[in-house]
């Protein structure tokens, strides 16, 4: 499997501006777009960034970011040394699991770590194995990670998209990677018939690398939200089928669709087909005279006379000629009734 390089990343951007015209579009319109995450020669352990992305699981960037930083300085007073940032198996499975709890990680957490370090320790993974494209593919190294207590598809992905720069990955689990295929391709990630939309529009706080890092969202328990926001969100099989054509940069398209979150391509770069403009706003409807209680009803069909004057022809009384007036009456039981749209239909 090639590597996603800085020599490689103008032939990848062609491929994908002549097979995709939404992503030509996302890209006309992100002219600062940087990809130096992709194409930056990765840094450190393979063995510490897996336990970084099992830390990063459920986690914003910034916590997950602390939380490693926390377990580091643990195993490092284990090994009696600085470990310069990285974490190695032997530290981590002599540093004591009080220690690392401490540190912020979870029962789930530690379980999964101290099994990678069982993995390293007795060579069923090795950094040469899991580093090296020639050795193990993606679908063998996919197996091979998905082996170890707490590691599934995502973090398979993201270690192999962001550390080993793969070309071809798809995180069709990444909730953020799910979010961007219906920003760009709308009714069609879903799955529908193409209908007219307006702009692709989707806002993000912290951006494409720390949407990465945050892993697939979890629904509270409870809500009874989860499986009707999912159907929202496109299909594995639906995304699969729109990046079919991004191969074998599929790498590329996917840091596209988290970069689509923080952009909004102007109208007037996308096609006839999508472009439409805002629609006017429906005029107000009167309030319904039904709704409201029968004596303010009664009072509304026969006006009463005010006190001191005398009901202009108009319509007026009293003061300026010719004003609308508002018998007292129904003025009062409208307060009194609380009906909202009655007030604002007699203008109280």
């Excluded at 939380?67 to 981590?92: H, M, Q």
Aim: hydrophobic share 45%; proline share 8%.
């Amino acid at each position: 499997m090639m590597a996603l390089t800085a020599e490689l990343l103008p032939v990848a951007l062609a491929h994908l501006r002549a097979a995709d015209p939404q992503l030509a579009v996302l890209l006309d319109a992100s002219p600062t777009c940087s990809f130096a995450r992709l194409t930056a020669p990765a840094a450190g352990s393979a063995f510490s960034q897996l336990c970084k992305r099992v830390v990063a699981q459920q986690l914003s960037g910034a916590s997950s970011r602390t939380i490693f930083a926390r377990v580091v300085a643990a195993c490092a007073v284990y090994a009696g040394t600085d470990c310069g940032g990285e974490l190695s198996p032997a530290s981590l499975l002599g540093t004591a699991d009080a220690e690392l709890r401490a540190a912020g990680l979870s029962a789930a957490k530690l379980r999964a770590l101290k099994d990678l370090a069982a993995h390293f320790a007795d060579g069923r993974l090795s950094e040469e194995a899991v580093s090296d494209a020639a050795l193990l593919d993606d679908e063998q190294l996919e197996r091979a990670l998905t082996a170890v207590v707490g590691i599934g598809p995502w973090t398979c992905h993201m270690f192999m998209l962001f550390w080993l720069k793969r070309c071809d990955v798809l995180p069709v689990g990444d909730l953020a990677v799910r979010k961007g295929f219906l920003a760009i391709y709308g009714e069609r990630a879903l799955g529908l018939p193409p209908v007219k939309r307006r702009k692709a529009e989707v806002s993000m706080a912290e951006g494409a690398d720390t949407a990465a890092e945050a892993g697939p969202a979890k629904t509270p328990r409870g809500t009874g939200k989860g499986k009707a926001a999912d159907r929202r969100l496109p299909s594995v099989a639906q995304m699969e089928e729109i990046a079919e054509c991004w191969r074998p940069f599929r790498s590329l398209g996917t840091f596209l669709m988290y970069h689509s979150l923080s952009v909004v391509v102007p109208p007037e770069s996308l096609p006839d087909s999508l472009a439409k403009p805002p629609q006017p706003l429906p005029a107000a409807l009167p309030f319904p005279t039904s709704l409201l209680p029968p004596a303010v009803r009664s009072q509304q069909a026969t006006p009463q006379t005010p006190r001191g004057g005398s009901i202009s022809a108009a319509g007026g009384s009293g003061g300026e000629q010719g004003a609308p007036r508002k018998p007292a009456r129904i003025v009062e039981l409208a307060k009194g009734a609380g009906h909202t749209r009655a007030k604002r239909q007699l203008g109280i």
